[in-house]
């Protein structure tokens, strides 16, 4: 099995920036729910069961 | 590369449920990885999930926006859609494709033989209804006297939850049983209901219903990793969609909200080199092996010649 190289032959694409901002607005997005203590919501929610979630509560 | 991803969907999955003590605990996890959202649907209730669900978790802390505000909370769920839109913005839908334990195991039960029936495209548009009402407006809106919403979309239909949590927590925890009413069965049903589909259909749920590949399929056509089409090269022979775990014909669009990047089309299906992929703009190489590249015109003297 011979692994070949091939640049795609249509014309290159040019460089997108748009979705390094989308990553830096949502690192933000990150940042600033630790800020807001969010993480430890999200890990007092997910230790406990969920009773909705097995259709008993 | 079909058996790299599937490897790697199987190590995502064990990944996500590695917490083996809960027969000896008889509970589910509680460590602190907890605190983390994996990218796939996979219930935080169930006794092995070793991190926190990020559909659940958003719900959670929409269902509890209230409350929190009246304690000095600001939690808006920042920190969940932060992460949701990271994956998103890094590379759509491809979590899906790669590392969701009920994609996976979807794309396992749709082995068994069986007539097989495609989704009608206007079904696939109820994933945003889900997303929209029972994630983000109902949780919100409809709360008791104490300003606490729930979380619909785990209590009314997500059957991951029923498969991974409920079922194996009745067995767990068998007091749990004489608590299980209407609701219980109700969801069992859908249960069922997806698991016949998902045999007759490909991924049903992640077409029709799942809430979080709608949010990341909001992402697929500005994602750093985008798929290209070349139209010179495509024959439209169809060989994409009769391989897509999603039904997607790739000749009508290269970034389709219901791509999975599963790349069973570039590296499995087209042999056209009509299909290959791009990072954030820059040049991307592709590495073909196995299929000989087949031009267009080859194609047109075969089918003269088997006129």
């Known amino acids: 099995m011979k692994a070949e190289h091939i640049l795609p032959d249509s014309s290159p694409p040019q460089k997108r920036v748009f979705p390094f901002l989308l990553i830096i607005l949502f690192l933000i997005l990150i940042l600033l729910g630790i800020n807001l203590g969010e993480v430890s919501t999200v890990m007092e929610k997910a230790t406990k069961i969920c009773l909705d979630c097995i259709g008993v509560g | 590369m079909p058996v790299l991803r599937r490897w790697i969907q199987i190590v995502a999955t064990v990944l996500s449920n590695a917490y083996w003590m809960f027969p000896h605990t008889k509970g589910i996890y509680q460590g602190t990885l907890k605190s983390m959202c994996v990218p796939g649907l996979n219930c935080y209730s169930c006794p092995a999930a070793t991190g926190a669900c990020p559909l659940g978790s958003l719900q959670s802390i929409i269902a509890g926006l209230r409350p929190a505000l009246k304690a000095g909370h600001f939690h808006f769920g920042t920190y969940i859609i932060g992460i949701l839109g990271l994956i998103g913005s890094l590379v759509g839908r491809m979590p899906c494709g790669w590392v969701c334990p009920f994609g996976l195991l979807q794309e396992l039960i749709h082995k068994i033989p069986s007539p097989k029936f495609e989704i009608a495209k206007t079904l696939t548009y109820m994933k945003y209804l889900f997303l929209a009402l029972f994630i983000l407006i109902l949780p919100a809106l409809v709360v008791d006297d104490y300003g606490y919403g729930i979380t619909w979309f785990c209590k009314f239909v997500c059957p ?10 009745l067995f767990l925890k068998p007091e749990l049983k004489e608590s299980i009413g209407a609701l219980f069965y109700f969801k069992l049903t859908i249960l069922f209901i997806f698991i016949v589909w998902m045999i007759l259909s490909r991924r049903p749920f992640c077409r029709v219903a799942c809430p979080l590949g709608a949010i990341y399929s909001l992402f697929n056509k500005h994602s750093a990793f985008r798929m290209i089409h070349d139209p010179d090269k495509c024959t439209h022979c169809q060989e994409c969609y009769n391989n897509c775990p999603m039904g997607i014909k790739f000749y009508e669009g290269s970034n389709q909200y219901d791509c999975i990047r599963c790349l069973k089309c570039l590296n499995e299906s087209c042999r056209f080199g009509a299909i290959s992929y ?7 190489v592709k590495i ?19 006129e």
């Open chain 2, 278 to 284: 791009e990072i954030a703009g820059m040049p991307v």
């Open chain 2, 288 to 306: 073909r092996d196995r299929r000989p590249e087949v031009q267009r015109s080859e194609v047109g003297s075969q089918r003269a010649g088997n």
């Open chain 2, 160 to 169: 991951a939850g029923t498969l991974e949590a409920g079922i194996p927590l």
